[in-house]
């Protein structure tokens, strides 16, 4: 299947948005969905991490406290709630595949996904 992500925008510093990665044809049942960003000249970074075996997630310092990870019951779709955003929130955020089992760690290493949506341009200004 593909992942599609949706959600970008442009916001002001302290406002919200939620993203939304779909398995188009297909489930996310038995995978790990983890959300990156990358920011220009910068390294794509882990974001959030959700085991749709279990529930498990995983977050980044950054973004503890301000984002939630979650699924839909019928686990097509993995979304990202991002609040309080900051200017350097700002950057194109992909979602990706993984084992569910992916530990507190290595979910972090984007090498370690397979499958990667098309990514959305997320824009903190005001």
């Known amino acids: 299947f593909q992942l599609q992500a949706s959600g970008g925008g442009l916001v002001q510093p302290g406002g919200s948005l939620r ?13 790990g969905i983890g959300w990156f960003r990358q920011a220009p000249r910068k390294e794509r970074e882990g974001v959030a991490f959700i085991s749709t075996t279990g529930g498990r997630t995983h977050y980044a310092n ?8 979650s699924t839909e019951k019928d686990k ?15 950057g194109v955020y992909y979602c990706a595949t993984n084992s569910p089992y992916v530990d507190n760690t290595g979910w972090l290493n984007p090498l370690g996904y397979d499958q990667w949506g098309q990514g959305t341009l997320v824009t903190v200004s005001s």
């Open 62 to 69: 950054f973004a503890k406290g301000r984002f939630t990870i």
């Open 76 to 90: 097509t779709v993995v979304y990202l709630q991002m609040n309080s955003l900051k200017a350097e929130d700002t």
């Open 19 to 31: 993203l939304s990665c779909a398995a188009s044809g297909g489930t996310f049942d038995y995978y």
